[in-house]
C-alpha cells in the first residue's frame, strides 16, 4: 500500500465566471481541494490526515503557496504558455464531500473557495498543467519569475535544505509527470478537440513516509540476575537523510552516488531521558526519497539508522534499503520493526528489512 497524500487541483487566472465576454473567449474551469479523513471535525483542521494511512491521525497543514505552470504544445516543440503563483489563505477552506473520478466518491475534503478560471482566448492548442503546494514559500534551483522553458518546469528542483522547507516536507505536494490516465498524463488538455476543456488534478506528496516500531519482550526488560544482559532502547537516530535540492514533479528520480549519504540531515526519534520509550514505542518521519547507484545497491532507497541499547555508548547502524522503481508514480511509505531480544554492539551491519507498506 502506497502512503499517499492527494491534494485535488487546477488553476488559471481569476475571473468572474458570468463574465459574456470571458465566455465567448472560452475558459477553462478548476477547483482546488485537500482530502481529510472521513471522521473529521470541520472546526478541528488539525484533525487532517492524507488518505491511505492507517496510523495515527497526523496533523496537516494547508497549503499557502501554490506553484503553477501550463506547458503549450505548438508543432514539436514545448514552451511556458502560462506560469503564477498563488497565495491562498487558510480560511478560504470549505468542508465538502467529493464526486468525480480522481477521488472516491464521497470521501471528505476541504474545498478552496476561490473560483479560478485559465483563460484561453481565440487561441486552440494541446498542453499540460504541473503544480507544487507548500505551506511555505519554497526555494527553486531556478528562481521563479527565471523560469522560462519546458525544461526548467519539468526538471524544477526546490530546495530540502531550508529550515521552512525542512520543517513542512510532510506539507508539500506536487503534480507527478509519470500518472497517466487513459494512456496520457492526468494533467493534458486540449483546447482543440474540447469545446470547454477543464483540468482537475491531484498532487501527491514528495516525500516518503517512514514509520518505525521497536519492542522490548517484557521479560528482556527486567533481568536482576544479569542486569547486563537486559536491554532498553536508550538513543535512536535516523542519520545522513536527503538534504539538497529534489525534485518538484519527478518525485521518484532523486538520485545520489553514496548509499547513504556523506553528509545529511539527522533525525533523533529516542533521547536517553525518554524513559516512556525505552521498551517500545512507534515512530515516523518524512524524507526525500532518493535511489543510489552504489555497487550493489542501486536502485535501492537507503536510510541509516543510530541505536543504542543500555546507554551503553556502543552504537549500532544498521542501513535500511527500500528496493523501488524509480520510474514508479508515487512515493514509498517504509516500514521498519525492530524486535530486540539482546544489547546491540557497536557496528556498521547492513539488514535489508525495510518494506514498502
Known amino acids: ?24 473567449k472560452g475558459t ?8 481529510v479523513e472521513d471522521s473529521y ?24 503557496h501554490i506553484y503553477f505552470f501550463v506547458l503549450k504544445y505548438n508543432g514539436a516543440t514545448w514552451s511556458i504558455w502560462h506560469k503564477e503563483h498563488l497565495e491562498p489563505l487558510e480560511e478560504d477552506w470549505t468542508p465538502k464531500h467529493y464526486f468525480g473520478r480522481l477521488q472516491s466518491i464521497g470521501d471528505s475534503i476541504f474545498e478552496y473557495n476561490e473560483q479560478i478560471n485559465l483563460l484561453l482566448a481565440a487561441e486552440k492548442f494541446a498542453g499540460e498543467v504541473f503544480a507544487i503546494a507548500s505551506p511555505n514559500e519554497l526555494v527553486f534551483n531556478t528562481p521563479f519569475a ?40 492526468y494533467g493534458a488538455f486540449s483546447s482543440i478537440y474540447q469545446r470547454v476543456p477543464h483540468i482537475d488534478l491531484m498532487l501527491y506528496h514528495v516525500a516518503a513516509k517512514v514509520d518505525i516500531t521497536w519492542y522490548v519482550d517484557e521479560n528482556n526488560r527486567i533481568n536482576k540476575a544479569n542486569p547486563a544482559s537486559a ?3 536508550t538513543s535512536m537516530k535516523a542519520c545522513n537523510l536527503f538534504n539538497g535540492y ?5 518525485p521518484m528520480e532523486n538520485v545520489v552516488g ?81 524486535n530486540l531480544n539482546q ?8 539488514k535489508v528489512v525495510a518494506k514498502d507498506s
Open 246 to 250: 529534489a525534485y518538484c514533479f519527478k
Open 41 to 64: 471535525n470541520p472546526y478541528q483542521v488539525a484533525g487532517r490526515r492524507s488518505i491511505g494511512d492507517p496510523g495515527t491521525t497526523e496533523c496537516f497543514a494547508f497549503p499557502r
Open 258 to 338: 553514496s548509499a547513504p549519504l556523506a553528509t545529511g540531515d539527522t533525525i533523533e526519534i529516542v533521547k536517553r531521558t525518554d524513559e516512556g520509550l525505552w521498551w517500545e514505542g512507534r515512530s515516523y518521519f518524512y524524507t526525500i526519497p532518493y535511489t543510489t547507484t552504489a555497487v550493489g545497491k542501486e536502485n535501492y532507497f537507503p536510510l541509516q539508522m543510530q541505536m543504542e541499547t543500555n546507554a551503553s555508548g556502543n552504537y549500532y547502524r544498521p542501513t535500511l534499503y527500500l528496493e523501488i522503481d524509480p520510474t514508479a508514480t508515487f512515493v514509498p511509505w517504509l516500514r521498519a520493526d525492530f
Open 146 to 185: 527565471s523560469i522560462e522553458t519546458a525544461d526548467q518546469v519539468r526538471n524544477l528542483q526546490f530546495s530540502t535544505a531550508d529550515p521552512d522547507t525542512k520543517a513542512n516536507l510532510h506539507n508539500i505536494y506536487s503534480t507527478p509527470y509519470n500518472y497517466e490516465l487513459s494512456g496520457s498524463y
Open 231 to 233: 536491554v532498553r532502547l
Open 28 to 35: 477553462m474551469p478548476v477547483s482546488i481541494s485537500l482530502p
Open 343 to 350: 544489547p546491540l554492539s557497536a557496528g556498521t551491519d547492513t
Open 1 to 24: 500500500m502506497l502512503y499517499i497524500g492527494i491534494v485535488l487541483l487546477a488553476f488559471g487566472c481569476r475571473q468572474a465566471e458570468n463574465d459574456p465576454e470571458l465566455l465567448s
